[in-house]
């Protein structure tokens, strides 16, 4: 691990996290930004899943994904930068690795709605009631997305002060 985190904090990347003023607090923006993009998009098409705005068919608040896809991007480029930046403040802390187990949830989650509910969901009509299945999935994308979150709220408190 240790050997690891020498060699990210030798990369050009490393290098101009810390030594730009702005390179954090622009990240931290954008990662926001990313954030917002996504549980906007993904948050607004899980509820309808749920049953809220029954009178939206899916299929149209569907069409607000790929804005969920640019935010995950956005945020992923940033994570990396911040990690590039400090890593030993990222490998030894308990609140990322949940937040990594949190985004996995919400990697498989995806797979398995867009492998099989998803094609029950995309014909749905307004007032439609939604699948057991894709209902599931919603909830399990809205808890996760909470998770991410949370977990990414509390690197700041969770910070390792030592190096094991």
């Known amino acids: 691990m240790q050997s690891a985190m020498e060699w990210i904090t030798s990369t050009p990347m490393s290098y101009f996290v810390l030594d730009h003023a702005w390179a954090w607090p622009v990240a931290e923006a954008l990662h ?5 993009l996504m549980v906007g ?3 607004l098409f899980d509820l309808r899943l749920l049953g809220l705005g029954k009178g939206i068919a899916p299929a149209a608040l569907h069409r607000l994904v790929p804005l969920a ?8 480029a940033t994570g990396l930068l911040f990690i590039s930046g400090t890593p030993d403040q990222y490998f030894y802390n308990s609140a990322f690795h949940l937040k990594l187990v949190f985004l996995f949830v919400m990697g498989a989650n995806a797979a ?10 995309r014909s ?5 009631d939604v699948p057991a299945a894709a209902r599931l999935s919603a ?24 190096v094991f």
């Open 32 to 36: 926001f930004t990313g954030l917002v």
């Open 41 to 43: 998009a993904v948050g």
């Open 69 to 76: 896809v640019v935010g995950f991007g956005i945020s992923l």
């Open 112 to 121: 398995f709605f867009y492998a099989g509910p998803f094609r029950a969901v």
């Open 124 to 128: 749905l009509g307004p007032a439609d």
């Open 139 to 162: 909830g399990i994308s809205l808890a996760a997305m909470i998770g991410v979150m949370c977990c990414g709220r509390m690197l700041t408190f969770f910070r390792p002060t030592t």
